[in-house]
């Protein structure tokens, strides 16, 4: 026989009442929708996205974009559309803002729609020192946003009028209203949802979607690559033997590559023209390499690296439409042999180049599979020995670099790449080198008028998006 004391009763009930009360709570939690703020308003979208996550779930803009594209609604400014996305979402209400500022006072609007009829619950205004956020400015936002947000979902659904809200500038529209609620003094400010796939910072709700290469703020993948270099000469016909200068045939060697892209004003999911702009980076090291010249074989390294900016143009708002990003950068490339001391009539070559180009990306029927390309100009700003007077001496020099490949996007972030790449380096030799002239054993002519030299393979890379 077993039996219970009072003071366990009264901890049994008391448990039971902390649990009624945590789940009536945790069923209250509103959904509520937060759209991009016009004008000067990222300040203040953080501080209301911060006043609403006490005790609301944040759906961000970009969450909301994507519920009118799969509705294929084409506009959302109309109340039954507002009714439409927020059924589809869940959600209790939309919170549309704007800062601006009249004369010397600044001031934040904010329309509150209940998402059961799609019309404006209650319109606040905020007054602001500035359109950053001060600690008055987030208190007076909680204090007003509070009871506003807790009227929703206890109004009635009513008729909806499918006409759009009304521009702050513009004439009311005329609505069907509740009856028993007066309508607002004054007209809402219009709908925005700024079509974009950036994640906006106050996205709460929309954690699970992934990312793509068109959006990211950064980019890094590290992997394999194959090599050969081919350096061929452009020489007289008449050479024979001895006389004809050594080239460069390789074979296929392994290395190592690490590229990345930073867009450092999309970081937050942030978007813009500003948010376009990126530094990018590339290594690439070959892993081991060695030179042969008749029976005796030379160590060998080989390097590229390099930076440069990027400009980003997302063309259509769908996840499935193309990218192109304008190209231009500084690079280095070096190939040394290590001759020691031994004449091998051969140059070591160390490149520095501007490159200019552009990038595209063309998915392939889905946002996680792509195809990617690019091609760039070389503008050689230096060669190394191979133009020095004991060489080929001076001349132009000028080349272009292209890739191919495709990208598959995994477990949202996670990205592969597989392609080729191709650079080359074309010369002209002016006549003024110990190797370009007299190897007929006449000093008058030029025997080597030129030079091509040669850099192609393939690589994969595995990366992040961040």
């Known amino acids: 026989m077993t039996s219970r004391s009072n003071g366990s009763r009264k901890i049994s009930l008391l448990l039971a009442a902390a649990i009624l009360l945590v789940a009536g709570t945790a069923f209250a939690r509103k959904r509520i929708v937060l759209t991009k703020f016009d004008g000067k308003g990222d300040s203040a979208q953080t501080a209301v996205a911060a006043a609403l ?27 039954q559309s507002m009714a439409r996305i927020s059924a589809d979402l869940q959600a209790d209400g939309v919170i549309l803002g704007s800062v601006r500022k009249t004369g010397a006072a600044w001031g934040l609007t904010l329309t509150v729609v209940d998402g059961k009829t799609g019309q404006v619950s209650d319109t606040l205004s905020i007054p602001l020192r500035s359109y950053r956020m001060d600690r008055d400015s987030k208190k007076a936002i909680a204090a007003q946003l509070a009871p506003a947000v807790a009227k929703l979902g206890t109004e009635p659904a009513v008729e909806i009028n499918p006409e759009p809200l009304p521009s702050p500038t513009g004439p009311r529209a005329s609505a069907d209203v509740d009856t028993e609620k007066p309508p607002l003094t004054e007209p809402p400010p219009p709908v925005d949802t700024h079509e974009t796939t950036a994640e906006p910072t106050t996205t709460v709700a929309s954690s699970a979607a992934g990312r793509y290469s068109r959006d990211s703020a950064a980019d890094i993948d590290v992997g394999l690559g194959f090599l050969v270099r081919s350096l061929s000469f452009n020489y007289s016909s008449s050479l024979t033997g001895s006389q004809i200068p050594n080239g460069y045939s390789g074979s296929l060697v392994p290395s190592v590559v690490v590229n990345g892209e930073l867009y450092p004003f999309a970081l937050g999911g942030k978007s813009g023209p500003l948010a376009s702009i990126g530094l990018a980076f590339t290594v690439e090291r070959v892993l081991t390499i060695k030179s042969k010249l008749n029976d005796t074989e030379y160590d060998t390294s080989q390097t590229r690296f390099g930076g440069g900016l990027r400009y ?5 708002d769908k996840e499935t439409s193309p990218t192109l990003k304008i190209l231009a950068g500084i690079n280095h490339l070096d190939f040394t042999i290590d001759r020691g001391s031994a004449n091998l009539g ?4 160390s490149y520095t180049y501007i490159d200019l180009g552009a990038a595209g990306r063309i998915p392939l029927g889905s946002p996680q599979l792509a195809l990617y390309a690019s091609l760039r100009y070389l503008a050689v700003l230096s060669t190394g020995e191979i133009t ?8 132009g020099a000028t080349g272009f670099d292209g890739e191919l490949g495709i990208e598959y996007i995994f477990a949202r972030r996670g990205i592969i790449r597989a392609g080729g790449h191709y650079q080359r380096f074309g010369f002209d030799f002016d006549g003024n080198g110990a190797l370009s002239n007299n190897r007929d054993g006449n000093s008058a002519t030029q025997e ?3 030079a091509t030299d040669q850099f192609y393979g393939g690589m994969v890379t595995a990366g992040y998006l961040f």
Not at 312 to 316: E, Q
Request: zero cysteines.
């Open 388 to 395: 020095t007077a004991d060489f080929y001496g001076t001349g």
């Open 53 to 79: 996550a006490r005790d609301s779930t944040v759906i961000g803009d970009a969450t909301w974009t994507r519920a009118q594209r799969r509705l294929k609604l084409k506009s959302a400014a109309s109340p």
């Open 346 to 349: 051969f140059p070591n070559v």
């Open 448 to 450: 080597v008028g030129g």
């Open 312 to 316: 980003r143009i997302n063309f259509g």
